[in-house]
């Protein structure tokens, strides 16, 4: 398995991927996805026979992202790195994936001098594999906050970025 940058060819892929996932994340469209890239960074894991099995689309402070979750965070701090969405296909889930890509992303925001990688993950529908992880990978929950935009309840986290390496929690 490889971590890189997504090409053109991993777009359709990485809609299904999302597609998939809902609710856990919002569905996206060709053009929603687009966009998205116009703004952010799109990281894929390939497999052995090349296929994507996993991408993470983060958006640097400063956007003009509509997003309500984003744009709380840019109420914040002006410095930070958001993680608008992580996927990983269904086959995929364990092997270690969402951990390449969250360790990328945090190398990614250490060399640019980003104070911090942002995220929410949902508690009503709960996510609790997605908070899990998130746990592990040393993201504390700022607040719990319900977003009109999605009608979801969602956790609020952040990390800093003050180590390249993610912490890993046993508890």
């Not at 640097?60 to 914040?76: D, M």
């Not at 994936?97 to 508690?123: P, W």
Request: hydrophobic fraction near 45%; glycine fraction near 8%; aromatic fraction near 8%.
């Amino acid at each position: 398995m490889s971590v890189a940058a997504a090409v053109r060819a991993d777009l359709p892929s990485v809609l299904t991927l999302n597609n998939d996932a809902v609710p856990a994340v919002n569905a996206l469209d060709q053009d929603d996805l687009t966009a998205l890239l116009d703004w952010g960074r799109l990281t894929v894991v390939r497999g052995s026979d090349g296929s994507v099995g996993a991408a993470l689309l983060t958006i640097p402070a400063g956007k003009p992202y509509k997003s309500l979750n984003y744009q709380w965070f840019g109420g914040r701090y002006d410095n930070f790195l958001y993680v608008d969405r992580i996927v990983v296909a269904p086959a995929a889930r364990g092997s270690g994936f969402g951990r390449q890509l969250y360790e990328e992303a945090m190398v990614f925001a250490a060399q640019k001098d980003v104070a911090r990688i942002c995220c929410e993950v949902n508690t009503d529908p709960p996510n609790p594999g997605s908070m899990a992880f998130h746990n592990r990978m040393g993201f504390e929950i700022l607040v719990e906050r319900f977003n009109p935009e999605s009608g979801k309840t969602v956790a609020m986290m952040t990390r800093p970025t003050t180590s390249a390496a993610p912490v890993e929690r046993t508890a």
